[in-house]
């Protein structure tokens, strides 16, 4: 069993900040590239970030220079920090983690609302 849990999201106002982490725990042997995807309302889930073992990383257009990627192996553990937020940021936030086997697991989201 492998859980993976997402947190942080939640309202922020335009030009904000925030930090999201994702843990990933249970039976999972060996983690390789964790990303972060989200979904808006009506639209198709997206690739927002993707970091490898190593470090090394990939963002959308839409959010390079504003969001950083970054994870801390020894914890299986990613983080998202997010600044200079606009409202078309607003999605519901999800962690996907691959591990060497080819297996892939996904978290329940978190929700970041940018608002005014």
């Known amino acids: 069993q492998v859980q993976v849990v997402e947190s942080g999201g939640g309202p922020v106002q335009p030009g904000g900040s925030l930090r999201l982490s994702c843990a990933a725990s249970?039976?999972?042997?060996?983690?390789?590239?964790m990303n972060w995807h989200r979904q808006a309302p009506g639209k198709q889930r997206e690739l927002v970030a993707r970091?490898?073992?190593?470090?090394?990383?990939n963002y959308a257009d839409s959010v390079k220079g504003r969001f950083t990627i970054s994870r801390d192996n020894a914890k299986n553990t990613m983080y998202l920090q997010m600044n200079s937020l606009k409202p078309e940021d607003t999605a519901v936030y999800h962690c996907?983690?691959?591990?060497?086997?080819?297996?892939?697991?996904w978290g329940q989201g978190t929700q970041v609302t940018v608002s005014s």
């Open positions: 996907n983690v691959l591990d060497y086997s080819g297996r892939s697991f």
């Open positions: 249970g039976s999972i042997y060996r983690i390789n590239a």
């Open positions: 970091i490898t073992t190593v470090g090394s990383t």
